[in-house]
């Protein structure tokens, strides 16, 4: 299996700084190739939305929402990646979620999608 372990969040103000990181390990096998990286989140009472997600090679979506203000980097040599929050707004509270796409390789090689637990970010004065 692959674990994604999220770091950072918490309360901030508006207009503040956040930053996430995730990082992908194998709890048995290793991992073969990640095909992206990204962060979804749930705000209260809605559906989970992709936030940004990194597609390698350069290739990257944000939601409208975060443009211009959110940057996603990812870090190949260590699995991981991370979610620069700046200007945020109120209605940026939520959990986020750390999402891969990747090829794990155990006693067979199996392509997979696997979430991290969340971290919650307030932004409330």
């Known amino acids: 299996q692959v674990q994604l372990v999220e770091t950072g969040g918490g309360l901030v103000q508006p207009g503040g700084s956040l930053r996430l990181s995730c990082a992908a390990s194998a709890t048995s096998g290793y991992i073969s190739w990640i095909y992206s990286l990204g962060w979804y989140r749930e705000a209260p009472g809605k559906e989970r939305e992709l936030v940004a997600v990194?597609?390698?090679?350069?290739?990257?979506t944000y939601a409208e929402s975060v443009k211009g203000r959110f940057v996603i980097s990812r870090d190949d040599a260590k699995n991981a990646a991370h979610l620069e929050m700046n200007s945020l707004k109120a209605e940026d509270t939520g959990v986020y979620y750390c999402?891969?796409?990747?090829?794990?390789?155990?006693?067979?090689?199996?392509?997979?999608?696997?979430w991290g637990q969340g971290a919650q970010v307030t932004v409330s004065s």
């Open positions: 999402n891969a796409d990747v090829i794990h390789t155990d006693s067979t090689t199996k392509r997979g999608e696997f």
């Open positions: 990194d597609y390698g090679g350069g290739s990257i």
